[in-house]
C-alpha cells in the first residue's frame, strides 16, 4: 500500500514528498551507485513531488547521459534520480526519506555495472 514520505538533502535545502509502496529498495553496482550508497527505489512521474524546484537542483549525466542524477549543490546529496533503464521513471534515495527503517526492506540487487 502506498505511503507518502517527506524526504530532504543533508543541509535541507532540497525537499520533496514521494507517494510509494517501500516493499523493497535497489542497490546497484555500477561506479557511481557504489561509491554514492544509496538506497533506490522507483515511483512513476506522478508519485514525486518536488517541494524545491528542480531548477535549484544540481545535475549530473555520464556514460549514455540518459540517467540523471540530480543532487543538492549545496551539500551534495542525491535524493532521487531518473534511471538508464527507465527514464519515465524516478529512483527515490530511501536514505532521503524521513521515517523509514532501512534494515527491514528487502534489497534487490542490479547489476549496473554491466550495463554497455
Known sequence: MKQTYHGSCHCGLIEFEVDANLDHVRVCDCSMCRRRGALLH????????CLTPLSDLSAYRWHTGVA???FCPRCGIQ???????APQLWSINVRCLDGVDFDKLPVILTHG????
Open 79 to 85: 535524493t532521487f534520480r531518473r534511471p538508464r533503464r
Open 68 to 70: 540523471i542524477d540530480y
Open 42 to 49: 522507483r515511483v512513476s512521474e506522478d508519485d514525486l513531488r
Open 113 to 116: 555495472s554491466q550495463l554497455e
